[in-house]
């Protein structure tokens, strides 16, 4: 029973892997849109300014991050299972 359980943990490590890597690359790849309010201009003598340099902003899809932390889960399950494998102490007997 112990050992069925610990292929479980492989298996599990697994799906998430690949669960997580198709839901990030099956993520929609569309612009996200951003809504923007009003703020008030700061006075000209400020030292602190608001800018985003050349390049725009860039906005990950919510389903996109949920895929990468899935995977990043998967990877976390994975490492343990190979962390415990290799970790076992075995009986003297056996080499």
């Given amino acids: 029973m112990a050992s069925?359980?610990?292929?479980l943990w492989w298996i599990l490590g697994v799906?998430?892997?690949?669960?997580?890597t198709?839901?990030?690359?099956?993520?929609?790849?569309e612009?996200?849109?951003?809504?923007?309010?009003?703020?008030?201009?700061?006075?000209?003598?400020?030292?602190?300014?608001?800018?985003?340099g050349d390049s725009p902003a860039v906005?990950?899809?919510?389903?996109r991050l949920i895929g990468?932390?899935?995977?990043g889960s998967g990877l976390v399950v994975?490492?343990?299972c190979l962390g415990y494998r290799l970790g076992r102490r075995r009986p003297v007997g056996q080499a």
């Avoid at 612009?31 to 985003?52: C, I, R, V």
Wanted: cysteine-free; hydrophobic content about 55%; charged content about 15%.
């Fill in 4 to 7: 069925r359980a610990r292929h």
């Fill in 15 to 20: 799906a998430l892997v690949v669960g997580g």
């Fill in 22 to 29: 198709v839901a990030a690359w099956t993520a929609s790849v």
């Fill in 31 to 52: 612009p996200t849109e951003m809504g923007w309010f009003a703020y008030t201009p700061l006075d000209e003598g400020s030292d602190w300014q608001m800018t985003w």
């Fill in 59 to 63: 906005v990950v899809a919510r389903t």
């Fill in 68 to 71: 990468w932390v899935i995977v």
């Fill in 78 to 80: 994975l490492a343990t």
